[in-house]
């Protein structure tokens, strides 16, 4: 499992080779990558910087894995996830999930985004036009990460 | 007690604070999340309305995300901010 904080950019191929030469007994790798758009809500959107909670946020995306790894049969997985001033265009995170079959693989991957939006302590703040302000958080997040629960 | 307080997003740029240390006296009820946002909301308007307001606030204890009724003890390390938006 790797977690990572960060302000620099990451290179998703290089860490998902890492991820997939480590065993030779993972046959299926899924990635997500989470990227800042140029418009939200109708903004446009210049800048984007994101605080994190150093130590509590490394705990809670350890936890997140543990949890995806205790519901499905993956073999590896990881998160980087950066922090600091960021530009339309710019990656934000990463998710890479390894296991023997893709329909696991492909649920905890989704479920590690799912429980990162809702749990993980980042916060982000966008500047537009007219000023800068605080995301609020979106109740269809909650949604999505609610449904894990049913299901 | 001593407790360590941190203040994260937009609790942290309102009430000008990041961390604090806090010493606690004991007053018969047990200190628990929601004694503290009370006690802290007495400092004036913006902390009233930070803690107490219409805003959600969640707390952690520890690096554990808890509920209003969640006990602190001696030397915890509490932190309030708003609902995350990460990703």
Redesign the interface.
Known sequence: MTVRVQTEDFDAGFEISQLRKARKDIGAVVSFI?LVRDLNDGDAVSQLT????P??TE??LASIINQAKARWNIMDALIV?RVGTLQPGDQ??LVVTGGAHRGEVFAACEFI?DY??????????EATQQGEH????KSTDDEARERWDRN | MKIKL?Y???LKETLKYSTEDLELTDSGDAWTILKLKAYLAKRGDVWGQMLMGKL?VRA?IN?E?VHDNAPIADGDEV?F???????
């Open positions: 989470g994101l605080e994190h909670y130590g509590m705990k809670s996830h934000i995170v985004m990162l939006k809702t749990e993980a302590p980042f916060w982000k703040k605080w995301v609020e958080a | 941190f994260f997003a937009r959600k952690a690096h995300l932190a901010f708003p609902p995350v938006t990460g990703g």
